[in-house]
């Protein structure tokens, strides 16, 4: 008998041992936001810059899903925040009362220019916008409505199957200026999908 508990004593240990193993990788992992997930990292580390800074109150997020839906109350203090998709289906999950069923390529036809303080775009390119002309016409639009100093938050996906046109390979953004946010200009992840966010402002 007393083998017997011996023995079921030491899987208790060892167990314990790897429970508080397991217990801190699972949290080490959760607060190392470069390696966590795009959308962790986009809402613990860079929609506090945008929450917190009372020179932006108009906000247009282009893309929405399950996953945004909490968006309307993060931004609930802002004066104008409007979502644009061009699926239908995901209306659900856009801002009741201020979302449009639309491409992003059309945005001027519903604002009139200069009309957001912030642009957030993350997830669009690769996901649908696939091809040059869509992804050139869009910026264009997105700086029209966009006021003078006016933020653009682009997030993408760095690995072929989701960089379509190799964003990197020429200056897609020259009508734009860099610019930092926590002190960066470009947050690369270290997930599957290499995940980027990229900050511009309209001179």
């Excluded at 109350?73 to 999950?93: G, M, Q, R, W």
């Excluded at 653009?152 to 610019?179: A, H, N, Q, R, T």
Aim: a positive charge; aromatic letters at 14%.
């Amino acid at each position: 008998m007393k083998k017997i508990v011996d023995f079921l004593n030491l899987l208790k240990a060892k167990w314990g041992i790897f429970y508080l193993r397991e217990i801190k990788s699972r949290w080490t992992k959760r607060f190392n936001i470069l390696n966590s997930g795009p959308r962790r990292c986009m809402e613990y580390r860079i929609f506090p810059y945008f929450h917190a800074n009372s020179g932006i109150q108009s906000i247009l997020l282009v893309g929405v899903a399950e996953c945004t839906r909490h968006y309307e109350d993060y931004f609930k203090d802002k004066k104008l925040v409007y979502t644009i998709d061009i699926d239908p289906e995901k209306a659900v999950s856009g801002i009741p009362g201020r979302h449009i069923v639309d491409t992003v390529e059309n945005i001027d036809k519903y604002f009139p220019d200069s009309t957001f303080d912030a642009v957030l775009m993350n997830g669009v390119y690769g996901w649908g916008m696939n091809d040059e002309a869509s992804l050139v016409r869009s910026l264009e639009k997105v700086r029209k409505v966009l006021k003078k100093g006016g933020i653009l938050l682009f997030g993408w996906d760095k690995v072929p199957k989701y960089d379509p046109i190799d964003l990197d390979s020429k200056p897609y953004f020259k009508d734009f200026e860099k610019f930092r946010i926590t002190g960066v200009e470009r947050v690369e992840l270290d997930n599957k999908h290499h995940h980027i966010f990229d900050f511009y402002r309209k001179p």
